[in-house]
Nanobody
């Protein structure tokens, strides 16, 4: 069994920054590609960013390219999402997820999910 726990969410003003963390336990972290997704009220869960097991490949959703950066530390079993230049449209619950497949932007490729952390960007 794999457990994922997000942290780092909160309230921030437009233009501000946050760094989300996702701690993974239960299995060998380095075997998984990791992803971040977000879900705003009334909307589908959407891909934000993904990173391969080695960290050598990253993918980003179009709306966050150039503003967000995903990274991982396999020694700490943790994946991060650095979010800069935040805008109100970034307000959502952010989830991290793990997959046995190559890094993917398809939510159904991800087998394990965290409980989510709320990010709210005020105007």
């Amino acid at each position: 069994q794999v457990q994922l726990a997000e942290s780092g969410g909160g309230l921030v003003q437009t233009g501000g920054s946050l760094r989300l963390s996702c701690a993974v336990s239960g299995r060998t972290f380095s075997r998984y590609s990791m992803g971040w997704f977000r879900q705003a009220p009334g909307k589908e869960r959407a891909f934000v960013a993904g990173i391969s097991w080695s960290g050598g490949t990253t993918h980003y959703g179009d709306s966050v390219k150039g503003r967000f950066a995903i990274s991982r530390d396999n020694a700490k079993n943790t994946v991060y999402l650095q979010m800069n230049s935040l805008v109100p449209d970034d307000t959502a619950v952010y989830y991290c997820a793990a997959t046995d497949y190559n890094v993917s932007n398809y939510r159904y490729d991800y087998k394990y999910w965290g409980q989510g952390t709320q990010v709210t960007v005020s105007s």
